[in-house]
């Protein structure tokens, strides 16, 4: 609510929550991070915000990997990996260029399906949360806050 009360614009806010929330999914393990970074660069987004919403949808990015595995080996009509998340992680806790070496093939198809559904998702988020974040704005500013209007 602080962020709607000090200049940041209801638009702003909607699109770095968007970006923080579907850049938080992209299924690369270690990218998400410099992803909303760079977007809050590109777009001119708040930093924080989008970082924030990123490391807040972290167990959604787990619920949403093997989805994007799947999608990709369909896409790609690759094998299917059978290993779990969990078996994943502790690979690449054990061995990191091992487990590089056995997943970046996936980890590509699982990237390029999220190309498909991630900015869209993105776009859909903006569009939802810009009139939800513009009536908070509006309830939370005093008369004296409001924005001025032309008169007619």
């Not at 390029?112 to 988020?125: E, N, R």
Request: charged letters at 10%; proline letters at 7%; a positive charge.
């Amino acid at each position: 609510m602080d962020l709607l009360t000090q200049g940041i614009t209801p638009e702003k806010l909607a699109l770095s929550l968007a970006f923080g929330i579907g850049l938080g999914i992209f299924p690369i393990a270690g990218t998400t991070t410099l992803l909303c970074f760079l977007a809050a660069i590109v777009f001119r987004l708040n930093v924080p915000a989008i970082q924030l919403v990123n490391y807040l949808v972290y167990p959604l990015w787990f619920a949403c990997l093997i989805p994007f595995i799947r999608m990709g080996e369909w896409m790609f009509r690759a094998q299917t990996l059978q290993l779990s998340v969990t078996q994943m992680l502790e690979m690449s806790r054990q061995n990191l260029p091992h487990a590089i070496s056995l997943l970046w093939l996936t980890a590509l198809r699982a990237a390029a399906a999220w190309l498909l559904i991630g900015p869209l998702a993105i776009f859909i988020l903006y569009v939802l949360f810009v009139p939800v974040l513009r009536r908070l704005r509006a309830a939370t500013l005093r008369p004296s806050q409001a924005l001025p209007t032309e008169r007619q």
